[in-house]
C-alpha cells in the first residue's frame, strides 16, 4: 500500500538556525501523488502548511518550503531560519486524488522543538 | 481559517457500551472524514463520507463502525459495540476539495 516516512521522532534546533525535516514516500497509483505537509501547534488541530500537487514544482508557507522531487519520491521541509514560535508537530502526508473524496496517508510525525 | 469542531472533546466508556463521536464540519464543505490515531502511532484514514454515502472505507473500519450525517448536521462516527483496542483519538475532517481541514480530535478511552 501507499506509505509515507518522515524523520523519526523529535528534532531540536536553536532559534535562527536552518531545519530540514526528510519525508519520502510510496505510492502504488499510476501517476504521481498530492503532496502535503500538515502542522499542529501545541493546543490546536491539524492545519495544512502547504501542499504540493504537481512534480517539480515548489510549495511555500510562513518561511518554509518543500519541493516535491518525483524521481527521489521526496517532499522534505525546509526553513532557513526558525522561530520558537514553529515548535510544532509536522506531518508529510499524501493522496492519490485531487478534488474532494480522496483520502490522505500520514507519516508518523515530527516533533520540532525551537530553543532560544 | 475554516473550524472543524468535535464533540466531545474526551470520552471515557465501558468496553461493550455504544459511543457517538460528533463533527461540525465547515458549513459549505461536501466531503467528510475520520481519521484514527493510536498513541505513538500514525494517523490513519477510516472512512469518508460524500452525498449521504460512505464512499471509502478501511480495513480498520470495522463492521462495528458506522457513520451518518442527517440532515446537514453533524457528521457522525458511532462505535457499537466498542472494544479495547477502540482507543485512540479520533480526527474528524472536512473538504470542498483537496484540502482536508481537521477539528482538534475527541480522546476515547474504552475500559
Known amino acids: 500500500g501507499d506509505s509515507v516516512t518522515q524523520t523519526e521522532g523529535q528534532v531540536t534546533v536553536s532559534e535562527s538556525k536552518s531545519l530540514i525535516i526528510n519525508c519520502t514516500y510510496s505510492?502504488?497509483?499510476?501517476?504521481?501523488?498530492?503532496l502535503f505537509w500538515y502542522v499542529r501547534y501545541p493546543g490546536e488541530g491539524l492545519q495544512l502548511l502547504l501542499k504540493?500537487?504537481?512534480?517539480?514544482q515548489k510549495g511555500s508557507s510562513r518561511g518554509f518550503e518543500a519541493t516535491y522531487n518525483k524521481e527521489a519520491t521526496s517532499f522534505h521541509l525546509q526553513k532557513a531560519s526558525v522561530q520558537e514560535s514553529d515548535s510544532a508537530v509536522y506531518y508529510c502526508?499524501?493522496?492519490?486524488?485531487?478534488?474532494?473524496?480522496?483520502?490522505?496517508?500520514f507519516g508518523q510525525g515530527t516533533v520540532l522543538s525551537v530553543i532560544p | 481559517g475554516p473550524k472543524v469542531l468535535q464533540i466531545p472533546s474526551h470520552q471515557i466508556i465501558d468496553m461493550g457500551q455504544m459511543v457517538t463521536l460528533n463533527c461540525d464540519p465547515v458549513?459549505?464543505?461536501?466531503?467528510f472524514y475520520w481519521y484514527k490515531q493510536i498513541l505513538g502511532q500514525q494517523m490513519e484514514f477510516l472512512v469518508n463520507?460524500?452525498?449521504?454515502?460512505?464512499?471509502?472505507k478501511s480495513k480498520l473500519f470495522k463492521d462495528q463502525f458506522s457513520v451518518e450525517r442527517p440532515d446537514g448536521s453533524y457528521f457522525t462516527l458511532k462505535i457499537q459495540p466498542t472494544a479495547l483496542e477502540d482507543s485512540a483519538v479520533y480526527f474528524c475532517?472536512?473538504?470542498?476539495?483537496?484540502?482536508?481541514?481537521f477539528g482538534p480530535g475527541t480522546r476515547l478511552l474504552v475500559l
Open positions: 475532517a472536512s473538504s470542498l476539495q483537496d484540502t482536508q481541514y
Open positions: 505510492a502504488t497509483s499510476i501517476g504521481y501523488p498530492n
Open positions: 504540493v500537487i504537481t512534480a517539480g
Open positions: 502526508a499524501l493522496s492519490l486524488s485531487t478534488g474532494g473524496n480522496n483520502k490522505l496517508t
Open positions: 458549513s459549505n464543505h461536501l466531503y
Open positions: 463520507f460524500y452525498n449521504g454515502k460512505v464512499m471509502e
